[in-house]
């Protein structure tokens, strides 16, 4: 039974583990690259920046 019970826990983990790794990719709107990228909305636009873009644009604003 306590067997049984870990066996679950395991097969729960792993596939928590799968879903949190998985990320879309998308264009960015900025370097063009296709990579993991975060949606933002920008005077009522949607647009998508990766993360190199991002830590860009937070070096020169911030």
Do not use: P, W
């Amino acid at each position: 039974m306590l067997k049984r019970i870990i066996a679950i826990i395991l097969a729960v983990l792993m596939i928590a583990a799968i879903m949190v790794g998985c990320s879309t990719t998308h264009e960015c709107s900025i370097c063009g690259e296709v990579k993991s990228c975060t949606k933002k909305t920008i005077l009522g636009q949607e647009i998508y920046i990766c993360d190199d873009c991002a830590k860009g644009i937070n070096s020169i604003f911030g």
